[in-house]
């Protein structure tokens, strides 16, 4: 750990190498080595038996987090007519077809969700290249691709703290739960929301245990290893 800094080799010292901690200690952990300047994020990161190069052991959903992550959460809609008004109406921070589009292709991109009635797929579609690898590109399977009447709780989950999910090339997930000034208590159960999604996502095609290794860590420190068992185990309230 010689390369490493001060700081990080003070909160490394926190936890005992190798040992797989309850959620509860590992966050009370985590919390004590985000010692950094700004709010630290909290991450959950998670290896799985699912092989990402089937179709069927695909993993991706969403999951909205009772006490959010932490952020304000821009949401931008795709959408005309009166569903446009109905965005407005509840909250959305940028609302337009045509005119949106051209500004993404111009490099405007200062947005956190895209959310589009179906309608407006056909349009939207051209800005794959730049809303793909981003990972702001609106798909029904994320419940981003909306009935006009649906925008409005599209909106809401968002702003609500929508995480979503998807295996890696290398079976891996990495998701935020919250920043290191959450009480322990919403980091606990905004985890217990997300795992408790993510096992019901299992796919029919993974043989032998789903969730492999779980580990929780903040932006600038070490991370800490989870028990298994115990994270599945936690019940959402």
Wanted: proline residues 5%; aromatic residues 4%; without cysteine.
């Amino acid at each position: 750990m010689a390369h490493r800094g001060k700081r990080y080799q003070t909160a490394a010292a926190l936890r005992e190498e190798g040992r797989e901690y309850e959620p509860a200690e590992a966050v009370a952990i985590v919390k004590e080595g985000a010692t950094a300047s700004f709010d630290e994020t909290v991450e959950l990161h998670l290896r799985t038996g699912a092989d990402p190069r089937h179709a069927d052991q695909q993993v991706r959903g969403i999951a909205v987090l009772p006490h959010g992550v932490g952020k304000p959460i821009r949401v931008l809609v795709f959408t005309q007519g009166e569903a446009a008004s109905a965005a407005r109406d509840a909250g959305a921070d940028f609302v337009g077809d045509d005119d949106i589009i051209k500004r993404i292709q111009d490099g405007w991109i200062d947005f956190d969700v895209s959310i589009a009635t179906p309608d407006m797929m056909g349009k939207v579609g051209r800005l794959g290249r730049i809303l793909g690898r981003r990972g702001l590109m609106p798909n029904p399977r994320t419940g981003t691709v909306v009935p006009p009447e649906d925008v409005p709780r599209a909106i809401g989950d968002a702003k609500k703290g929508r995480v979503e999910y998807r295996l890696d090339r290398t079976a891996l997930m990495h998701m935020p739960i919250g920043r290191a000034s959450f009480e322990d208590s919403q980091l606990i159960e905004n985890m217990a929301t997300l795992v408790n999604s993510i096992v019901r996502a299992r796919p029919s095609g993974v043989k032998g245990q789903f969730i492999r290794s779980a580990y929780l860590t903040s932006t600038m420190g070490p991370s800490v290893k989870l028990d298994v068992a115990s994270a599945s185990a936690l019940e959402v309230e």
